[in-house]
């Protein structure tokens, strides 16, 4: 079975904070993508990426940048947290397109 | 603060019933459809997947429905277990969509009451 493990579950951090959220999978996976969850607001998507350095945004871009150096591994980054960046973070990844993503377990990130 | 959205519907069944979960779409490309469940703090797990050339499929105690006359697709779930108790939400995707994006919706909570 495809693994993607976010690198933590739980994180707090200050405001104003460089933060890293790391997302690897296991299956080379070609497309990436990075959403967040909040209550009544369902899954919104941040960025996605369908290559090695290549990345789109998605539907809520602001205030946050990614990175993909290697395949399996796709990076969110929040430039300076603020805390209407505290959500649950969801990485996910598919094979090709018209194909099910396979999700991670998710971050808590609570920025304070 | 606080963010402020829809409710999401909820479905409360005793253990031992069935289950339908609906949901419903609006693109007529949609070809592709899938379920998640997803339990408290934890990440979506797919359940399963139907595509616009089946109206019906079945895998171990679930079924999926797909009505694309009325743009309608449903998850029956037979005889639930308190483990079923979770947020279930349908995603799509459409013919062309780049890359593979797919479209959620909010979501359903399922209460099963042993």
């Known amino acids: 079975d495809v693994k993607v493990t976010q690198s933590s579950r739980y994180l707090v951090k200050r405001t104003g904070e460089k933060v890293f959220l790391e997302c690897v999978q296991d299956m080379d996976h070609e497309n990436m993508f990075w959403y967040r969850q909040d209550p009544g607001l369902g899954l919104r998507l941040i960025y996605f990426?369908?290559?090695?350095?290549?990345?789109e945004k998605g539907d809520i871009p602001e205030g946050y940048s990614v990175s993909r150096e290697k395949k399996e591994r796709f990076s969110l980054i929040l430039e300076s947290a603020s805390t209407n960046q505290t959500s649950m973070y969801l990485c996910a990844s598919s094979l090709v397109p018209n194909y099910g993503y396979t999700f991670g377990s998710g971050t808590r990130l609570t920025v304070v | 603060g606080e963010s402020v959205g829809l409710h999401l519907p909820t479905l409360s069944v005793q253990e031992g019933d069935n289950s339908i979960i609906n949901c419903a779409y609006s693109n007529s490309a949609s070809d592709y459809f899938i379920w998640y469940k997803q339990e408290s703090g934890k990440g979506p797990q797919f359940i399963i997947d139907i595509r616009s050339n089946m109206d019906k499929r079945q895998g171990q105690r679930v079924t999926v429905l797909l009505n694309k006359t009325v743009k309608h697709l449903s998850l029956q779930i037979a005889a639930t277990q308190p483990g079923d108790s979770a947020v279930y939400f349908c995603?799509?995707?459409?013919?062309?969509?780049?890359?593979?994006?797919?479209?959620f919706g909010q979501g359903t909570i399922l209460t099963v009451h042993p």
């Open positions: 990426s369908y290559d090695v350095k290549m990345k």
């Open positions: 995603a799509e995707n459409a013919r062309g969509t780049s890359y593979g994006k797919l479209t």
